[in-house]
Nanobody, 120 residues
Framework: VQLQAFGGGLVQAGGSLRLSCVVS????????MGWYRQASGKQRELVAN????????NYADSVKGRFTISRDNAKNAVDLQMNSLKPEDTDVYYC??????????????WGQGTQVTVSS
């Protein structure tokens, strides 16, 4: 099971970016997917996640009303639409999933980080 992230980049404050992440490999089930972010020297923190079975979502208070996470069950993918970006959203963003491979054992997987930089 592998996670591949797309998107990120540089945007001015108030702008928008979209992050995408796809799970590939032999997948039996995906429990949830989401995004974490981490600044240098700080702990990784949850940005948003979504439960694949029912679409329920969870957001960090700092992004509520600005970010929207969505899923595509058929493609084993999630998108994170980030609007009204602020300089404090600048971080490395990591895709995350709890999924089961061929053995049906659920594990935590991480994608490569993607840089999001918001200029003031």
């Amino acid at each position: 099971v592998q996670l591949q992230a797309f998107g990120g980049g540089l945007v001015q404050a108030g702008g928008s970016l979209r992050l995408s992440c796809v799970v590939s490999g032999t997948i039996s089930n995906i429990n949830r997917m989401g995004w974490y972010r981490q600044a240098s020297g700080k702990q990784r923190e949850l940005v948003a996640n979504i439960i694949f079975s029912d679409g329920s979502t969870n957001y960090a208070d700092s992004v509520k009303g600005r970010f929207t996470i969505s899923r595509d069950n058929a493609k084993n993918a999630v998108d994170l639409q980030m609007n009204s970006l602020k300089p404090e959203d600048t971080d490395v963003y990591y895709c995350h999933s709890v999924a089961a491979g061929a053995d049906w054992r659920f594990r935590t997987y991480w994608g490569q980080g993607t840089q999001v930089t918001v200029s003031s």
